[in-house]
């Protein structure tokens, strides 16, 4: 049984899409033979659609596209010469540096929420991944099935047709209940003069959305397009290939035979047994061994949760002198002090003239994007979270501070959206945290790791992300914007909060001059508005030419 639906192409639209994906049937391929430019657009496009990316090519890229060009180039022309360059440079003599300097864009289609997150790891690569406030989930594979992930091997047992039929119950909820959510909203909040229908449209079925994500479960689909380097590729494979979930061992595979395609020499070591073969069972080993010691230790280490704070955001731990740290990093790289005399001559300053040297190390940030230099990475936070899933997978995509997770699980319970309660759904919205809530119970002791596909992304999840002052930055103002969904505004307005109260660095946290810690009705309305905005100028330039 292959847990994958197949898209279907006319033999017409074949012949366009060989030459610049390096397939046309699997939920896998790499993008070749395109300009950069385009391949970038794609997935920028590929985050708002519905579509697979091959029938968004087709679809709204192609009739723009000058394709007259030579498509008997081979790109494969000259690979012994470099594979044996390759063998060379990285085998005889270690330069693993040789594999960062070949990228692949490779488009992951029809992968589950679980499996989004281990994709989406590694920190030196870029990703972007369908969005939940774009995407209609009642909408259909070209299978007819619903867009979650059927693995096989839950399918095959005595619990399959229990699983597909809550799956396709809790799916059910979520097409029932969007709409009904929307005719609240239109009349909660009436169209404003000046606001064109289609903004208006947009903005209350954004806010719909957000507030019937919560019914989807993990095991939702979502199409996600990554760029990488070969070095990159490599460590995303050899964790895939050692991860207890089966999907994302399966997965590995079609990701390295589509890679091989582009990019042979950069992932030979994968699948040799010595070299990446031992690597993996490295990974895997220390996961196992690791989480027998501490179930020997502690017999009750996976019990329900006992000591679960009511709070979302929690600082557990920060560097009580990180702002005197920041501000000697600041004079260390302005002179020739040593790293031990800035620290000291900083101590002896009295406080109005340390926030001098940081406020003009700061300067006037005229918006987010203006950020101060890599003096503000000397100080980091640590905070305990607890939201719902659907908030953790927006803010796991800030990889260059450090998230790490506990298993997913219904045990934490669940937010309900005010949206919900005020539009009288809420006892429909509780049924179905009930029913995904029973089938993980079911599933956990016959696939510990498959349950977690059965689990709503309403239910709360406890993680911790650890930052530098500079990542806080730009985390915290980013996430705290008005567009943004409710429940990591949250998030990001309380991290700002407790860097002021509770670390007491009340100078780091006035530099983050672009919080916004105001309420927003309709979240995306002023974004619609300004993107309307630029789309009238954009064809009034067009109208001059």
């Not at 920190?123 to 299978?143: C, F, G, N, V």
Request: with cysteine; glycine share 6%; charged share 30%.
């Amino acid at each position: 049984m292959f847990p994958y639906a197949e898209e279907s192409f006319t033999e017409e639209e074949q012949a366009i899409l060989r030459p610049y994906f390096t397939n046309v049937d699997l939920p896998v391929f790499a993008l070749v033979n395109l300009p950069e430019v385009v391949k970038g657009a794609l997935f920028a496009r590929y985050s708002r659609s519905p579509k697979s990316l091959r029938r968004l090519f087709l679809d709204e890229f192609v009739g723009d596209l000058d394709l007259s060009g030579d498509l008997t180039f081979d790109a494969t022309v000259g690979l012994r010469r470099a594979e044996e360059l390759y063998e060379k440079v990285f085998f005889e003599y270690g330069d693993d540096s040789v594999a960062q300097l070949g990228g692949v864009h490779l488009a992951c289609e029809q992968a589950s929420n679980l499996l989004t997150k281990i994709l989406e790891w590694g920190r030196l690569m870029a990703y972007l991944e369908q969005s939940t406030r774009y995407l209609e989930y009642s909408a259909r594979l070209p299978s007819g099935h619903y867009r979650y992930y059927r693995p096989v091997e839950v399918l095959e047992s005595a619990l399959g047709a229990r699983y597909v039929g809550d799956m396709d119950r809790m799916f059910d909820s979520y097409a029932e209940m969007l709409p009904a959510a929307q005719a609240w909203l239109q009349t909660r909040y009436p169209q404003e003069p000046g606001d064109s229908d289609f903004v208006y449209r947009q903005a209350i079925r954004a806010k719909a959305l957000d507030a019937v994500r919560g019914l989807l479960p993990a095991a939702s689909l979502s199409n996600v397009g990554i760029y990488g380097t070969g070095q990159s590729y490599e460590m995303l494979l050899l964790r895939m290939r050692s991860h207890p979930l089966p999907e994302a061992r399966r997965y590995a595979d079609l990701m390295l035979e589509e890679l091989r395609k582009v990019i042979p020499s950069f992932l030979r070591r994968v699948d040799i047994a010595e070299r990446g073969g031992e690597w993996s069972d490295y990974l895997a080993t220390t996961r196992k061994d690791t989480a027998s010691v501490l179930a020997r230790i502690w017999p009750d280490i996976m019990a329900p949760p006992v000591d679960l704070d009511e709070r979302e955001v929690r600082l557990v731990d920060f560097d009580p002198e990180g702002e005197d740290k920041v501000v000697a990093a600041i004079a260390f790289a302005n002179s020739t002090l040593s790293e031990s005399e800035a620290m000291r001559r900083v101590a002896g300053l009295g406080h109005d003239e340390k926030v001098a040297i940081l406020s003009a190390y700061v300067g006037e940030r005229a918006n987010r994007r203006h950020r101060p230099g890599r003096a503000f990475e000397r100080t980091d936070y640590r905070f305990e979270l607890v939201t719902d899933y659907g908030a953790f997978r927006d803010l796991q995509r800030h990889r260059i501070l450090t998230v790490e997770w506990q298993p997913l699980g219904p045990k934490l319970g669940y937010d309900v959206p005010a949206v919900i309660q005020e539009a009288g759904l809420e006892e429909h919205y509780a049924s179905i945290m009930e029913r995904s809530s029973a089938l993980y119970d079911d599933m956990r002791e016959p696939f510990p790791e498959q349950a977690g596909y059965a689990v709503s992304l309403a239910f709360r999840l406890r993680y911790v992300m650890q930052m530098n002052a500079r990542e806080a930055i730009h985390l915290i103002e980013l996430r705290s914007g008005p567009q943004g969904h409710p429940s990591y505004r949250r998030v990001a307005q309380q991290m700002h909060a407790a860097i002021a109260r509770d670390a007491g660095h009340h100078a780091i946290a006035e530099a983050m001059s672009h919080v916004d810690h105001g309420s927003s009705d309709l979240e995306r309305l002023e974004s619609e508005r300004r993107a309307e905005q630029r789309r009238g100028r954009a064809q009034a330039s067009l109208d001059i030419v």
